[in-house]
């Protein structure tokens, strides 16, 4: 069964961190690219950070770079999603995401919450 997982999750103080883990199977996870995705109450879901397959390129939201780090172990099946210097805006539910055989695959989302 292909599978998405985040995990990582939680209450956090403005200016704290977390780590969010993305646990995938199913399918060749070393051969695709991912992404994280949040979503805000009452926004729609916006793209936070992505990875190529390998690992050696990543890209960021502009509300996130220099705080967050997109990472990846392919010898354990996850993806990461380090991030530093929390904001009241991060407050969202946050997704990992593929497209595997067409198909636009999520997990069910972890909860980050900022508090000020």
């Known amino acids: 069964q292909v599978q998405l997982v985040e995990s990582g999750g939680g209450l956090v103080q403005a200016g704290g961190s977390l780590r969010l883990s993305c646990a995938a199977s199913?399918?060749?996870?070393?051969?695709?690219?991912m992404g994280w995705f949040r979503q805000a109450p009452g926004k729609e879901r916006e793209f936070v950070a992505g990875?190529?397959?390998?690992?050696?390129?990543?890209r960021y939201a502009d509300s996130v770079k220099g705080r967050f780090t997109v990472s990846r172990d392919n010898a354990k099946n996850t993806m990461y999603l380090q991030m530093n210097d929390l904001k009241p805006e991060d407050t969202a539910v946050y997704y990992c995401?593929?497209?595997?055989?067409?198909?636009?695959?999520w997990g069910q989302g972890t909860q980050v919450t900022v508090s000020s």
């Open positions: 995401n593929t497209v595997y055989r067409t198909q636009n695959l």
């Open positions: 199913g399918f060749p996870f070393s051969s695709f690219g």
């Open positions: 990875i190529t397959w390998s690992g050696d390129s990543t």
